[in-house]
């Protein structure tokens, strides 16, 4: 009977000195800034509530190392310490705010504020943050490497997008035509680390099938985004063009044909160049030798007419038909001997009479 009274009432005690030790000394916020850009100044806050009680001292650490100590006691009450990375502003600096200036690669770490109360107590309550200091990508926009300037259906997008040197790397990512690619499309490559400071450089890499559907207009978007926090952003975008396969040329002539309702006649299908008005070769061949034919003909048929023409007194005179010194005979030499003398144009009258005179 008396158990489960006994279990309240233990509870009720620890919850009574649970809210004792809360309404003490306690930490309302602290502020310390997660990433901040190199060579900045950075601040950090420690705001509490002594509810009552005098403060003895407020201390920071970074990655357990002090380096800033007030109390209000000292004369002067603020304090630093030498830390790799940690330069206090001392002018900036309070019991709840510590200005560090110019902030490096080696500032980096975690910080944690701590807050004392006087005697008898010396309560004591601390909390902690992680602070990056950033340095950016000393190379601009993230570049985009091995596309091309023209894709068909069926082929192979291989690109890669590569960050500039920072600390820490940049987060980069893929856009199609504005919307994000799918995590299947994407080649994650291992981190670059080179430098004293081991700045890092990012590579992303997206491949995939083209198909129809990612042309749009005609053309295609390939968009890398590089960003780290809210501190940067920068993207890089390629447009390239689609190079649909064409149509075979005869269906082309056809559909273009059909399109216009032309009443042309029609022409060979796949020929764009107009007509040669030199005839082929085999033709030219046929019309030239049905001319040496002819000329050939037309030699046969004279040489044949001047045999007939002196076979007529020869066969006459050796048949007995005709004497020489006949009248009739000498009139068909006289006639042969015209003939010849028109038929060599290049024998002298002189020559010609003699040739005559002989003959008769």
């Not at 009977?1 to 306690?26: E, R, W």
């Not at 400071?197 to 099938?209: N, P």
């Not at 030499?333 to 002189?350: D, N, T, V, Y």
């Amino acid at each position: 009977m008396f158990g489960p009274l006994n279990l309240l009432a233990a509870l009720f005690f620890i919850g009574t000195l649970k809210d004792f030790s809360v309404a003490g000394l306690k930490l309302t916020e602290v502020r310390i800034p997660k990433y901040v850009v190199k060579d900045s100044p950075a601040q950090l806050e420690c705001l509490y509530d002594l509810d009552g009680e005098a403060l003895y001292s407020v201390k920071w650490y970074k990655d357990g190392n002090e380096f800033y100590r007030y109390v209000p006691r000292d004369m002067p009450p603020a304090q630093t310490f030498l830390l790799p990375g940690v330069i206090v502003d001392l002018h900036n600096s309070s019991d709840a705010t510590v200005t560090l200036r110019n902030v490096n690669l080696q500032s980096t770490g975690r910080f944690r504020c701590e807050v004392s109360g006087e005697a008898p107590s010396f309560q004591t309550v601390t909390e902690h943050g992680d602070m990056i200091v950033v340095f950016l990508p000393d190379q601009g926009s993230p570049k985009i490497s091995g596309g091309r300037p023209r894709y068909q259906v069926g082929d192979y997008v291989k690109v890669n997008c590569t960050s500039g040197r920072s600390k820490p790397a940049v987060e980069l990512s893929w856009q199609v035509n504005g919307e994000p690619a799918d995590k299947q499309k994407l080649r994650k490559y291992n981190t670059i680390v080179e430098g004293r400071d081991g700045l890092e450089t990012s590579v992303l890499g997206l491949q995939f099938r083209v198909e129809q559907r990612h042309f749009r207009n005609g053309d295609m978007k390939l968009k890398c985004i590089a960003e780290l926090s809210s501190l940067y952003w920068r993207s890089n975008e390629e447009s390239v063009e689609g190079d649909r396969p064409q149509k075979a040329p005869a269906l082309e002539s056809r559909e273009t044909a059909y399109a216009s309702n032309s009443r042309a006649d029609p022409v060979q299908a796949g020929s764009t160049a107009p007509p040669s008005s030199t005839p082929p070769a085999p033709l030219l061949l046929l019309v030239v030798s049905l001319a040496v034919v002819g000329a050939v003909a037309t030699l046969a048929q004279g040489i044949a007419q001047d045999i007939d023409v002196f076979k007529i007194p020869m066969d006459r005179t050796a048949t007995g038909g005709m004497a020489k010194g006949d009248p009739e005979a000498r009139e068909l030499l006289a006639g042969r001997e015209e003939e010849k003398r028109s038929a060599r144009p290049g024998k002298s009258e002189a020559q010609l009479g003699k040739i005559s005179l002989s003959a008769r």
